[in-house]
């Protein structure tokens, strides 16, 4: 693994059902993050945890959570889908002093 | 909340230069970053700006000035490959990222 592993790339979900977005960092960051991306609106931080232990919410937390169980995973979930979480999702760590080292990306499609 | 502007598109010729604006309105300030997105990938890390003034690194630049909350990117000499969104964002007091909503630059030949 080199910087941040997303999974997984794509997924079709049917609406009602629980997901969970997996993300690994092997850049021993402190502060991880998730974003989610629409067209038009950018990126919108969900989630974010400033070191393992400790979550806070972002911008659009709603139908979203975390957890930071130990420094390198920072996993998302969604409790019950809904198609308004159709999007492209990143997760994105940093040592707190530069910018952001960004995953390659989850597209969700909800129907 | 966090309020960042940016031109939804620009279209300019290879070889030109394009300069992207950016304005911005936040809770606290520690730095201004610039990333480039091609469509379908992860943003990558293009520049970053903490005091007033002028950054160079190579083809690229980046400028800002705090008291008016504005920055630019400047791309000179362009090719085809720059073809892509970049996107200003700033680093607020809690030193999380917030983003606008991006500029999508197309080069044509």
């Known amino acids: 693994i080199a910087g941040i592993t997303q999974a997984p790339t794509s997924q079709i979900l049917a609406a009602g059902r629980r997901m969970t977005l997996r993300c690994t960092q092997d850049m021993r960051h402190n502060a991880m993050y998730w974003y989610r991306q629409d067209l038009g609106l950018g990126l919108r931080l969900i989630h974010y945890?400033?070191?393992?232990?400790?979550?806070g919410k972002g911008e659009v937390p709603d139908g979203y959570s975390v957890s930071r169980a130990n420094t390198d995973d920072f996993p998302l979930t969604l409790a019950s889908a809904v198609p308004s979480q159709t999007s492209v999702y990143f997760c994105a760590s940093s040592d707190s002093i530069d910018g952001y080292t960004f995953g390659s990306g989850t597209r969700l499609t909800v129907v | 909340g966090q309020n960042i502007d940016q031109p939804t598109e620009m279209t300019a010729t290879e070889g030109a230069i394009v300069q992207i604006n950016c304005t911005y309105q936040t809770s606290g300030f520690n730095g201004l970053f610039w990333y480039q997105q091609h469509a379908g990938e992860a943003p990558t890390f293009l520049s970053y700006?903490?005091?007033?003034g002028l950054e160079e690194k190579g083809r690229f630049s980046s400028f800002l000035s705090r008291s008016k909350g504005y920055s630019y990117l400047l791309l000179k000499e362009l090719q085809m490959k720059d073809s892509a969104s970049y996107l200003c964002a700033v680093k607020d007091g809690d030193y999380k990222l917030s983003f606008g909503a991006g500029t999508t630059v197309t080069v044509r030949a």
């Open positions: 700006n903490v005091l007033d």
């Open positions: 945890s400033n070191t393992a232990g400790t979550t």
